[in-house]
C-alpha cells in the first residue's frame, strides 16, 4: 500500500507560479508511475501529467503542456509539479497518483493522494 502525501498548494495570482510536491511511502516507489491530476468543483478528475519509473518519459496534457513540468526524484521519494503561468482556470484541488504497471500514457492509477488546493486569483 503507497501512501501519497501532497504540499505546496495555496493562492497565488494569475500569472504566477506554484510548485507541488507528493511524498511517497513506498521503498519501491522508484518502480511507479506517478501521476498528477486535478479536479475542480463541478468537474471530472482531469488527467494533468505523468513521468514514468526513471523519468525517461515524462506525458502532458494539451491544457498544460509547456506550463506544467513534472518530475521526480527517486531517492527522495518525491515527485513534483511545476505550474509557471497559471491561469484562473487552474485552480482546483491537485492529487497526485501512483501505479507499479502500465504506461504514462496509461491514465488509470491504483493510490492517490489526498489532495491539495491551489487557488488563482484573477
Known amino acids: 500500500q503507497v501512501q501519497l502525501v501532497e504540499s505546496g498548494g495555496g493562492l497565488v495570482q494569475a500569472g504566477g507560479s506554484l510548485r507541488l510536491s507528493c511524498a511517497a511511502s513506498?521503498?519501491?516507489?522508484?518502480?511507479?508511475?506517478m501521476g498528477w491530476f486535478r479536479q475542480a468543483p463541478g468537474k471530472e478528475r482531469e488527467f494533468l501529467a505523468a513521468?514514468?519509473?526513471?523519468?525517461?518519459?515524462?506525458y502532458y496534457a494539451d491544457s498544460v503542456k509547456g506550463r506544467f513540468t513534472i518530475s521526480r526524484d527517486n531517492a527522495k521519494n518525491t515527485v513534483c509539479l511545476q505550474m509557471n503561468s497559471l491561469k484562473p482556470e487552474d485552480a482546483a484541488v491537485y492529487y497526485c497518483a501512483a501505479d507499479p504497471a502500465g504506461s504514462v500514457y496509461v491514465t488509470r492509477y491504483t493510490y492517490w493522494g489526498q489532495g491539495t488546493q491551489v487557488t488563482v486569483s484573477s
Open positions: 513521468i514514468s519509473w526513471n523519468a525517461g518519459i515524462t
Open positions: 513506498e521503498r519501491t516507489f522508484s518502480m511507479y508511475r
